[in-house]
């Protein structure tokens, strides 16, 4: 996908979508650029109609990032968004018109050689699969292998596939069975996942659930939220499955009877002053709450902090080095923090 590899041995990469009309092309262009900021790799800019297809190669020409052209009903749209150098697009092939039509965007696509994912969601799958037996997972399945076929007959092996569900367990079930039925790399999400709190927990599970069986190579938490908010989600679903490993992790403890300070908003603090800060290492800052169960947590740490009523004490790789006034102890943190970068 332009710069970005997916599949085989690359890394799982993540991709957003921009939230603002297609036509406006300075605002759209901002928002790639502010999602590149907080490592997006892939973008998708949505093609809705044929007025939308001049600021698109626009868009295209000045993106930082791969754009991927996210075409329904209409195959045109497809063809002149790959004719304006997308790095790939997306279709529903039960929704582009005619298998002709269809055969002209891969060969289209196949010219210029560029990657097209195959894009079912549950609630449009073609109403020829209505009445099959079968859960509906199995019935995604089935329709997105009837598709993966026609493309393979037609010449074109440059595909990628999602089959989305807002239920979890569908998601998860149909993911696996496409894992099993075909090697084709797998773009996964939760569609319309919800609003952030709720839609970053099916996401964690869904996906989670899935990159740790090692099933998926590019991901999209699709939330009811600012685009950034998806980035930053999907980034710690990588994190926490072991799939991204740089960038700063901070660990801190619940709080509990024992916690000698306010740590809810120190923590909070230290999250927001290290927004930002850029890293190829892997950075693990502990921030725990009290003396007795802290120091071996913060130990642990790349950089750790713990606290007593009336002292911060910091550790470094296993070692305590400093104590501190509780007060100092946030930008003396980040301080230590910066050094490590
Ligand atoms: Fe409680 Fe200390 Fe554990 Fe934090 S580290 S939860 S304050 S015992």
Sequence with gaps: MGSVGIGGS??????????????????????IETLKD???DIIRVA????????????IITKSPLPVVADIHFDAYLALRAIESGAAGIRINPGNIGSKKKLKEILNLANQVNIPIRIGVNSGSIEKKYWREK???AEIMVRSVMDSVRFFEDSGFFNIKISLKSSNVRETVTAYRLIDQACDYPLHLGITEAGTFFSGTVKSAVGLGSLLMDGIGSTIRVSLTEDPVKEVRVAREILKATGHRVKGIE????????RTSVDLIPIVKEVEK?????????????????CEVNGPGEAREADIGLAFSRSRGFIFKKGEMVEKIAPRDAVPRLIELIKDLL
């Design 47 to 58: 093609v809705p109609d044929r007025d939308s297809l001049p600021a698109f190669a626009k």
């Design 273 to 289: 002053r290290i927004t930002g800060f850029k890293t190829d290492k892997r950075i693990v800052a502990a921030i725990m709450g």
């Design 250 to 257: 901070i660990i801190s403890c619940p709080t509990c009877a």
């Design 38 to 40: 907080e490592e997006c």
């Design 134 to 136: 079968g859960t509906k």
């Design 10 to 31: 690359h890394p799982v990469s993540i991709q957003s979508m921009t939230a603002v009309p297609t036509g406006d092309v300075r605002a759209t262009l901002d928002q």
